[in-house]
């Protein structure tokens, strides 16, 4: 769903994590999602989630998008580090 619709992807993902839908572990389960998709797969999750943040139309999601970028692999630097020490 993220590859597919990119931000929007990221925000059900968000909504869905803020549900009261949501068993067992799957709030960790999708977070090592977006890290794998981030680290792994040099998806723009970092980028999709600061847009989350900041636009007023996602308002609802904003507290969730902040957690997920205080997260170390999701850090600014996290990306640059891993593609460095893989080179």
Not at 36 to 45: Q, S
Not at 57 to 83: F, I
Request: hydrophobic share 35%; with cysteine.
């Amino acid at each position: 769903m993220i590859k597919r619709y990119g931000t929007e992807g990221v925000y059900e993902c968000l909504r869905y994590l803020d549900s009261d839908d949501l068993e067992g572990n799957a709030y960790w389960h999708i977070q090592s999602v977006f890290e794998e998709l981030y680290l792994v797969e040099d998806i723009p999750i970092r980028t999709m989630l600061l847009e989350i943040s900041t636009a007023a139309k996602y308002n609802d999601q904003k507290a969730h998008a902040d957690e997920l970028l205080d997260t170390h692999n999701l850090s600014a630097n996290a990306q640059g580090v891993l593609k460095e020490t893989t080179q």
